[in-house]
């Protein structure tokens, strides 16, 4: 069940852009720049009601929902446990926050196309530094919640946008010919390069007791000997296991990003998937209209065209969200 908060507002944003074009002596080549900033006014983000009052801080620092139950054995947030909680189930508030602001600035080449030349080209750069609270990459209030990676569940934490492309290059090189009478043939070719998109790493399973899994942020060991490594019986017997020790130190050794890391837990979306190259072709021809001096046109997209090429091109890893 979602409920909103009082004095609840639609999403909105402040936003200002500057932007500057000018003709170089240059063959007529336009050099541009633009600086787009935004910041939110009313942002959305998810808070789930049912966790409870939290119970002790773990061994990192996160609030921990965990409590002990008659038996001894350790139970999650989840309310069908009823720990000094009001008799109800799934209750999520949406409500606003005004963290979260954007800055985009992109410099760029053109040449126009010109009376005395078929051809046209455009090169840019565009940077991209963007943070949020909550990405609402989901369509459901739970699942809303879920997909908001945090150290310490429903608190208010601006983080790298899990939208963020950082770095952005673009360009298109474009020719025009006039094959029959007065109508035009146009062949373009659009490259796009860019960073993969921000991703976090987390604890597969409910590692603060909030009654979800896959949703916390994950806590780096220091070392050997830092936390424990092993399996946890019903009974609360616990049994180490050096191989899995050894098998972490190890594949931490080999992914040096989050080595760094050590001792501490990221943020959220402090990771980025490998660099992205596309090609998209697109062919159009002009025609005759249905009345006279009018022109019809029709065109061919071929989108990733790199990939029919070479199956190994314009592939997009990425993490789920």
């Known amino acids: 069940l979602p409920i909103f908060g009082n004095d ?11 932007a500057f074009d000018h003709e170089t002596p240059w063959y007529g080549i336009v050099a541009s720049a633009e600086l787009l900033v935004t910041k939110v006014k009313d942002g959305l983000y998810y808070q789930n009601l049912n966790l409870g009052p939290v119970q002790y801080q773990g061994p990192d620092g996160r609030d921990m929902f965990y409590s002990a139950s008659k038996n001894g054995a350790w139970t999650s947030g989840d309310a069908r446990f009823g720990r000094n909680r009001a008799n109800y189930n799934n209750v999520y508030l949406i409500t606003n926050t005004d963290k979260g602001r954007t800055s985009q600035f992109t410099a760029s080449l053109s040449k126009p196309w010109s009376d005395t030349s078929d051809w046209s080209w455009n ?11 909550g990405s609402l990459t989901s369509s459901t209030a739970s699942s809303g919640w879920n997909y908001q990676y945090a150290f310490d569940a429903n608190t208010e934490i601006e983080n790298t946008s899990r939208y963020q492309i950082r770095d952005r290059l673009s360009g298109s090189l474009n020719w025009k010919h006039k094959f ?13 390069g ?5 991703y976090s790493y987390v604890f597969v399973n409910d590692a603060n007791g909030d009654g979800r ?5 994950f806590y780096v060991p220091k070392g050997p000997g830092d936390v424990l490594f092993g399996t946890l019986a019903a009974n609360g017997q616990f049994t180490a296991d050096p191989a899995m020790e050894k098998n972490f130190f190890d594949w931490l050794a ?7 890391y050590a001792g501490t837990t990221p943020g959220a979306n402090q990771f980025r998937t490998g660099w992205i190259n596309t090609f998209d072709l697109r062919i159009s021809q002009q025609l005759p209209g249905f009345m006279k001096g009018h022109k019809s046109e029709i065109w061919l997209d071929i989108q990733n065209v790199g990939n029919m090429l070479n199956k190994k091109w314009g592939n997009i890893y990425d993490y789920g969200f």
């Open 180 to 192: 029959f009478g007065d109508y035009e043939t146009k062949v373009g070719l659009v490259y796009e």
């Open 254 to 260: 080999a992914n040096p990003d989050l080595a760094k």
């Open 194 to 198: 860019r960073s993969g998109r921000p």
């Open 8 to 18: 609840f507002k639609l999403p909105s944003i402040y936003k200002a852009n500057l």
């Open 213 to 217: 899994s896959a949703n916390d942020l």
């Open 123 to 133: 090169i840019g750069y565009t940077y991209t530094d963007a943070t949020e609270v």
